[in-house]
């Protein structure tokens, strides 16, 4: 008897089912067929945007299709990621999200989505220290500066950051634990606002991330006074750490990581991911990778899942001593 096509396709879908590969989802089989959205939490002109924008670009070129960068700044990163988690899980709209987003469930007793059910993970992109600056024009020229200023004038100094719970905000928390000093903190709804107005002198130091502040501290508008990590970067060779330079025990980082919507089709997560990993081992941050030491990662879902977990948990106790709530 000639075996039918109905009877070729079951077995067909058999074999991939006990083989393990993916099943394609038949809606989604000429994904993408229009142009991908990428979300920004944030203002323009900051680390995340600059990154996401330049991810965007690499990835038009491999998905055909345009993918497009929207910033959708407000309440620390929620606003922007509430727009991803309610947008259908199709793969055309996207969240770069950031340190923020494994935070905010500490910080806010009530969140419109949950991180770890209203989104699918597509990849960690990558990983970074922090960096602490100054305005060149002010008299702090190292940490113990800032920390002998601080304990002589408590809460006088301002700290800026791009919103509560964002990496800039925990790493000066952190910051202030760990040294005894208060500083008084300033959200703003973007590094780059943040920044405007540290060179402006309406705040004195931030903890930034390195994309945001390199440029200006090439041009000699800001002064760098210790990086974040637990170990100096060769991207940084004569900059000492803040644990290095008075502050023992300090280390913290920020992360970006692209998300789908929950129920995002795994073929379309895996072309996403895919896509993220050519990105990055074509060299597209290669630049960055080598002036500003980010690390940058291609590895499956899985990875930013469990990352992100861990570094909710980690900053956990910082929130709670801190007692860190929404303005």
Known sequence: MRST??????????????????????????????????????????????????????????????????????????????VVATSAPDGYTLLMATFANAVNPSIYAKMPFDMFKSFTPV???????????????QPLKSVKDVIAF????????????????????????LFKILAHVDLTHVPFKGAAPAIASLLSGQIQIMFTTVTSATSYIHDGRLLALAVTSDERSPAFPDLPTVAEAGVPGYAAESWYGLYAP??????????????????????????????????????????????????????????????????
């Open 5 to 82: 096509p109905v009877k070729w396709a079951a077995l067909f879908t058999a074999i991939l089912l006990l083989t393990g590969l993916p099943l394609a989802s038949p809606a989604f089989a000429g994904y993408p067929e229009k142009p991908v959205t990428i979300i920004v939490p944030f203002s323009p002109g900051g680390g995340t945007d600059i990154i996401t924008r330049m991810l965007a670009d690499a990835m038009s070129k491999d998905l055909g299709q345009p993918v497009k960068v929207e910033n959708k700044p407000g309440a620390g990163t929620i606003v922007g990621s509430s």
């Open 262 to 327: 929950a129920g995002t089709p795994a073929d379309v997560v895996a072309r996403l991911n895919a896509s993220v990993a050519k990105a990055i081992h074509a060299g597209t941050f290669d630049r960055l990778q080598k002036n500003q030491g980010m690390t940058f990662a291609a590895g499956p879902p899985g990875d930013l899942k469990h990352y992100v977990k861990r570094e909710a948990a980690r900053w956990l106790g910082v929130v709670r001593a801190a007692d860190i709530r929404p303005q």
């Open 150 to 173: 601080a304990k002589a004038n408590p809460g006088k100094l301002k700290f800026g950051s791009f919103g509560i719970g964002t990496s800039a905000h925990l790493a000066g928390e």
């Open 123 to 137: 990849a960690l992109v990558a990983r970074s220290f922090n960096i602490v600056v100054v305005d060149p024009k």
